[in-house]
């Protein structure tokens, strides 16, 4: 939950702020054709991309935040 949670709330944020300014409809594939989604898809697609990329940026900072102590008293199986 402490990744998972801020995480998503700044991908809501980030889903805010980036389609006040981009209209879904007008979104083409690296400059071809346009895509052939609807608005919600478009919005549901890219709060789970921003979701995860954020999550993973979380995870990774807190992983490189760990002492040495920390990270040598983990157990594999």
């Not at 998503?8 to 944020?13: E, G, K, R, S, Y």
């Not at 989604?37 to 807190?62: D, G, K, M, P, R």
């Amino acid at each position: 939950m402490t990744i998972g949670w801020p995480s998503f709330l700044m991908a809501a944020v980030l889903e805010v702020l980036v389609f006040s300014l981009v209209d879904p409809t007008q979104l083409h594939w690296f400059g071809g054709a346009a895509l052939e989604l609807s608005a919600t898809a478009v919005y549901s697609l890219a709060f789970f991309v921003f979701w995860i990329v954020i999550a993973v940026a979380s995870f990774l900072t807190h992983r490189l935040g760990e002492s040495a102590v920390e990270v040598n008293s983990r157990t594999f199986r």
